[in-house]
RNA sequence: GGUACCUUGCCCGAGUGGUUAGGGAUCGGUCUGCAAAACCGGGGACGGCGGUUCGAAUCCGCCAGGUACCUCCA
């Protein structure tokens, strides 16, 4: 198959043709969440932007099988709770098994991202379901000679490895440069090198997540399992890894670097990193305390430290969605509540004239309107490393052409209808994957009902020129936050 | 301190060596009993200073401001 699909690669800072390993087949590796609590704004980012990847690469026939992971090991603690990991840390907080907690918030998280149409992976690998494949591949590098046990843990010997491999290929550093830059942590006596990171960690007697490995009662090291997990569902050497710019570095370095020592090729040949969300200017993250559930978006509701109320209203899942798409995803993208609340009106704007050009009825001879040109300009910007706020900035374009031929100012043939809907069908949906429904959870067929009779009333009235009945209904469900649209094919009604 | 990146109109956000991004807001118009909504249209920009070039917002240098990573983070 081939297309002019770009992708722009981390590992060599630019953009290169895609050539999967081997096509139609496509192997994509995302990092998944860590799940210990509430997913947030900024988790929504790669999910959506690997979403829209995996929705086009889909689009464009290829076979791709998706691997996005579950941590539910938890990564190290490093600040006062030594060796801690914080799944392990909440459960004993809550009293709960480590598993517990785990499975809550997979479940939330899972719940989230339903909500924002997000396609669940091919394959969700459990890290605790993936211990073996783990100590496997810790025992290849100990056999390679990259590796050194003290005391029961397994590090990683990076001045080994740098002298044959470069360490530091992705994140653009060097091993000299780190030695002088690394930051001595307490509790790191057992590593030769303070840059050296741990494969294999011994559990200490609080610790309640541990399992039986050749060297100590333990837990796999922070990096193993993408390393583990991608190679057992996607090969030694797969075509995409993607996930936050912020897990460059140490990450996915060091994922390079195990892959490298086990199995001695590189793991992944595309490496895609999404920016962050930021608020106020700095990113949203866990650590700053910066950051705002995605519930707390759908429900409207957030207070921050000073007790402020940062959310002006309720944003549902798709605003969410059309704001992250409207950015690109290598680009930062700031939150706030008027550039929110730009996105739903724009996000509106767009639906109602997707469904409009449903029943847009055509002209026999109209005269083309090029909507050719706008499929054309989607796909490529879909192809100029998935440039998805140029393909909405198109489809506006195809808005404009619906609303003016709706207004009976301009025609058009059946043939270039078909493509229009074709390509709302397409891009709206299947690629952007947006849906349709905006509104609110259910009115319900008893308000429905009820809004109807109402409506019903002052249309009567005004029929009757009785303007002060029908500016009274109208005033006094505005006090009720309903809104009335007068519109050419009768009045209908929004809460807002 | 090291490394990388960013700075676009009132706001958000694309992009390009010469030609309209787009959305929101605003303004004008259509529609309306009036309004709202909806729709159409217009105006408005590339941090500062130099340089390369016929021409730079786009390339180069310097300056200013900002961010990210260097510690778990999406």
Known sequence: MENALYIYNSLSRCKQPFKPLNAPHVGMYVCGPTVYGDAHLGHA??????????????????????VRNITDVGH??????EGEDKIAKKARLENLEPMEVAQYYTNRYHAAMDKLNVLRPSIEPHASGHIIEQIAMVQKILDQGYAYVENGSVYFDIEKYNKEHPYGIL?????????????QLSGQEEKHNPVDFALWKKAEPKHIMRWPSPWS????????ECSAMGCKYLGETFDIHGGGMDLMFPHHESEIAQSVAANGKQP???WMHNNMITIGGQKMGKSLGNFITLDEFFNGSHLNAKGEEMIAQPYSPMTIRFFILQAHYRSTLDFSNEALQAAEKGYNRLMEAVKAAKSLKATDGAQPLDIQKIVDACYDAMNDDFNSPIVIANLFEAVRIVNTVKDGKAQINAEELALLNKLFQDFVFDILGLVESNASEGSGALIDGLMQTIIDIRKQARANKDWATSDKIRDELAKLHITLKDGKEGTSWVVD
């Open 76 to 81: 190290l603690e490093h600040d006062a709770d």
């Open 217 to 224: 009662d333990g837990f796999p090291g922070w990096h193993m």
């Open 268 to 270: 992944v040949v595309y």
């Open 171 to 183: 994140s653009g550093r060097n091993f000299e440069e780190m030695l002088n830059t690394t930051r």
């Open 45 to 66: 980012r790669p999910a959506i932007s690997f979403d829209l990847v995996f929705r086009y690469l889909k689009h464009l026939g290829y076979k791709v099988r998706y």
